[in-house]
Nanobody
Framework: QVQLVESGGGLVQAGGSLRLSCAASGRTFSSYGMGWFRQAPGKEREFVSG????????KYAASVKGRFAISRDNAKNLVLLQMTSLKPADTAVYYC?????????????????WGQGTQVTVSS
């Protein structure tokens, strides 16, 4: 089992930036893919970005492509989500998730462990 702790959320004005961090412990971090999801009030949890075990392969939702960047530091057991040009529509609770395998997916079923979430609020 993997334990995940997110940090870095907060309140930011539209056009601003935030960087989310997710610290992992438990399984060997470099053996599994990671993902970021978000959930806004009244909406289903949606895929934001994913990264494979090596960090060389990534994927983004169309709504964030070109604005968000995912990365990982396997030496520090960290996965990061750099968010720029933020919009009010990005307001949500952001969750990091650990995959069951070495790749990534936009399907929540691929992920076996989830963090507690961190709130991101973008004001207009």
């Amino acid at each position: 089992q993997v334990q995940l702790v997110e940090s870095g959320g907060g309140l930011v004005q539209a056009g601003g930036s935030l960087r989310l961090s997710c610290a992992a412990s438990g399984r060997t971090f470099s053996s599994y893919g990671m993902g970021w999801f978000r959930q806004a009030p009244g909406k289903e949890r949606e895929f934001v970005s994913g990264i494979d075990y090596s960090g060389f392969s990534t994927k983004y939702a169309a709504s964030v492509k070109g604005r968000f960047a995912i990365s990982r530091d396997n030496a520090k057991n960290l996965v990061l989500l750099q968010m720029t040009s933020l919009k009010p529509a990005d307001t949500a609770v952001y969750y990091c998730a650990a995959g069951r395998g070495s790749g990534y997916s936009d399907d929540t079923k691929f992920f076996g462990s989830w963090g507690q979430g961190t709130q991101v609020t973008v004001s207009s």
